[in-house]
């Protein structure tokens, strides 16, 4: 009996809980040429989410892109990044590379290197043409290559860069200006994904920012209750476990709807069941969960300081919607100027939030971590 419950990036034709709404919203977006930030906290299924749109609009005949900035260290190897994703899709859509040696010219800066590989044919990686250019002017090359491409073949194009935010820890002042330039006059549709929602709002919203107002903000929520609840049903069934509905509404309450901890809940009290599964094996399943998040937990908090750490063990306990207020200040033995300085950080980790006016952890299981231990 298989595990039905994965903490894998989705596959697009894997079972999926809902999202109806934002595949047609994201997809209309990418058909009108329109840019989008899709944001949310970590493990909310963005990349699981824009891929599926990425898979319905290459069967409508889009050229789809993605790239992933996670921990790109520069602008050349942005610009690296961003070549192989197109060099890629030409890969994929074998008629279109048969049309000639012209794609493999797209760029001057960069050349494609196609290995032969066990699994799928060929894997293929690209490789500098002159390493004398600075990462800026091979990046702004790159983007500029790119446009004629676009321009020349007229493909449908839409292109995602997830984990968006990291072109800021680059600390180039002039990434996101290259960028903004380029992608403004292209004909297509950029998603920008990413999970640190104050960089990424501040990016976009600006005045002072490139990208000032050049894309529709698309929050990404947690899943709904009424489809969770479901969902989780019918995967333990397609193994052949009898999850009662109670039991069900414990998993998609226990981790908030959270779309990661939902099924990763669910991945260990599938684990500890029988073929009914009891309130007792979501307990236990719990336990595991957290046991095994133990470590990202950590990591989590080991660069912090000693009143950030303080204002997050106070946020997990109560959440407060008067964080400066004398009272709680004095409750939680913070003081006021550790709290503001700890209270701008944490946000911009993207660790705290103030929802419905409330302050609150992100990460629901990450709260109740903080609040055990
Ligand atoms: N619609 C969904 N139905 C069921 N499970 C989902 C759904 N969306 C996300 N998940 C779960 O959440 C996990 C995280 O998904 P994914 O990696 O796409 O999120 P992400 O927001 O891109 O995360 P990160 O912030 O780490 O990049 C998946 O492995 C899956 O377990
Ligand atoms: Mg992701």
Redesign the pocket.
């Known amino acids: 009996m298989a595990n039905p419950?994965?903490?894998?990036?989705?596959a697009p034709d894997a079972?999926?809980?809902?999202?109806n709404k934002e595949l047609q919203d994201l997809q209309r977006h990418a058909a009108n040429q329109t840019n989008v930030v899709v944001f949310?906290?970590?493990?909310?299924?963005?990349?699981?989410?824009?891929?599926r749109v990425q898979a319905s609009l290459e069967q409508q005949g889009f050229l789809t892109c993605y790239v992933d900035l996670?921990m790109v260290t520069g602008l050349e190897e942005t610009a690296r990044r961003i070549a192989r994703a197109v060099w890629t899709v030409l890969h994929r859509h074998e008629s279109l590379l048969a049309k000639g040696s012209r794609f493999l010219k797209i760029f001057s800066t960069f050349r494609p290197v196609l290995k032969p590989s066990a699994e799928n044919g060929f894997t293929l990686s690209v490789e500098s043409v002159s390493t004398a250019l600075p990462g800026i002017e091979v990046l702004d090359k790159t983007m500029e290559e790119f446009g004629n491409f676009i321009e020349r073949e007229k493909p449908k194009l839409h292109f995602v860069m997830?984990?968006f935010q990291e072109v800021t820890e680059l600390k180039e002042p002039a990434v996101e200006g290259i960028l903004r330039k380029h992608i403004q006059h292209h004909p297509a549709s950029y998603f920008f994904?990413?999970?640190r929602r104050r960089i990424l709002l501040d990016m976009f919203n600006q005045r002072n920012r490139p990208f000032y107002r050049s894309a529709i903000m698309y929050p990404?929520d947690e899943?709904p209750r009424p489809e969770?609840v479901p969902?989780i049903r019918e995967r333990f069934a397609s193994e052949g476990k009898e999850c009662p509905p109670p039991v069900a509404e414990a998993v998609s309450q226990r981790t908030g709807q959270?779309?990661?901890?939902?099924?990763?809940l669910a991945?260990h009290t599938f684990d500890l069941a029988g073929p009914e599964v009891r309130p007792e094996d979501v307990d236990a399943g719990f336990e595991r969960l957290l046991a095994s998040e133990r470590y990202a937990f950590e990591a989590m908090v080991q660069g912090l300081t000693g009143p950030q750490i303080s204002l997050l063990r106070a946020l997990a306990a109560s959440p407060t919607a008067r964080i400066l207020s004398s009272d709680y200040i004095a409750r939680h033995r913070l003081t006021v100027g550790g709290v503001q300085y700890a209270q701008k950080k944490l946000l911009q980790l993207d660790l705290i939030e103030k929802r419905n006016d409330v302050w609150q952890v992100v990460d629901p299981v990450f709260a109740i971590w903080l609040s055990r231990y």
């Open positions: 419950f994965t903490l894998r990036v989705i079972p999926f809980c809902n999202r949310s906290p970590r493990r909310y299924g963005k990349t699981s989410l824009v891929k996670f997830d984990e994904v990413g999970s990404l899943l969770l969902f959270h779309p990661y901890y939902a099924q990763a991945y």
